[in-house]
């Protein structure tokens, strides 16, 4: 009996040291419910199954990394018709909330707006009023910032959107590029800036707004007293929507292409958003990870 008792405490012996040295081994597996990171890409939405595609593309590069990603779209409109369409798009709330339901502990929010505007700062307020009462149940949330932030940001963008054209695009061909814009808010600042970079750096290249003080009635009458005869269309946005579709490339008589054929010009589109593009894709994934990496430079949250 007493050979038994001996034999058996060795082997606890054992078993205890064993766990003692798996618990500080590098091959140990933390517990998944509080050792998780959830990314969360926020933005206005779409339904045109074509234009999701640019946030697909966005949401695939963040995937390739390791993120785990869900959506959080701003629009009840588009939530609603999505998530008849059984497609599971959250609200910020609930997007927030399937964080604390699943552990996640760490949060990343990155912004897929353009310009910090009233669709940005919308999210924002959405955010902080969820923190207000929901911060225990978190170690930190940060949100990066829109893909227009800094003169570096800029910079990149017009190389990265030049460099994108058409290869049939000449240098006597002109490019137009559709920005959404705001009449209100600092989204209008930030893209008046963006328009002269982007003339500076190609002066055949504009950019106007649907809304806001870059008017495209203005860019025409501009292009009006050039030589140009071939004008190049491009979406200034993330998704190439219905502002794309309809407003700047559409077949009624109030289109921007519409307008420039009756003024005389040879038109062509190009209906990609943004979002598609690599070097854009990469400047939402450095933002999130600046603001990951230094909370200070984070938008909104922690604690």
């Not at 307020?125 to 949330?141: A, C, P």
């Not at 990066?144 to 800029?154: A, I, Y």
């Not at 490019?175 to 959404?180: D, E, N, Q």
């Not at 690599?278 to 938008?299: C, P």
Request: charged share 25%; hydrophobic share 45%; proline share 3%.
């Amino acid at each position: 009996m007493n050979r038994f008792l001996a034999k058996a405490s060795v082997l606890l012996v054992s078993f205890l040291i064993s766990v003692f040295v798996l618990s500080f081994s590098p091959l140990s597996v933390p517990n998944p419910c509080f050792a998780k990171e959830l990314t969360i890409l926020a933005a206005f939405g779409t339904s045109d199954k074509e234009a999701a595609k640019s946030l697909t593309a966005i949401k695939t590069a963040y995937e390739k990394k390791g993120d785990t990603v869900i959506w959080a779209y701003s629009s009840n409109i588009i939530r609603a018709k999505l998530n008849k369409e059984k497609q599971v798009v959250y609200s910020i709330s609930e997007a927030l909330d399937y964080a604390v339901k699943n552990g996640y502990k760490d949060v990343k929010i990155q912004s897929l707006h353009v310009v910090p505007a009233e669709e940005y700062m919308k999210i924002c307020r959405l955010i902080s009023r969820y923190m207000e009462i929901n911060s225990k149940n978190f170690d930190s949330v940060i949100m990066g910032h829109p893909l227009l932030s800094s003169k570096e940001d800029l910079d990149k963008i017009i190389a990265v959107v030049l460099a994108a054209l058409p290869e049939e695009r000449t240098k006597e061909d002109a490019v137009i590029l559709m920005g959404h814009g705001n009449d209100r808010g600092t989204g209008d600042l930030s893209l008046l800036a963006a328009a002269d970079a982007f003339h500076k750096a190609d002066p055949k290249c504009w950019l106007a707004t649907v809304e806001g003080a870059l008017a495209f009635e203005n860019t025409l009458a501009e292009l009006k007293q050039t030589k140009v005869k071939k004008v190049w269309l491009r979406p200034f946005m993330i998704v190439a929507g219905d502002h794309a579709k309809n407003d700047m490339a559409g077949e009624e008589e109030d289109s921007w292409k519409s307008m420039l054929m009756q003024n005389g010009f040879e038109v062509h589109t190009v209906l990609d958003g943004l979002g598609s593009l690599d070097g854009i894709q990469a400047i939402f994934m450095e933002h999130t990870q600046n603001s990951h990496d230094n909370i200070k430079d984070g938008t909104i949250l922690s604690h």
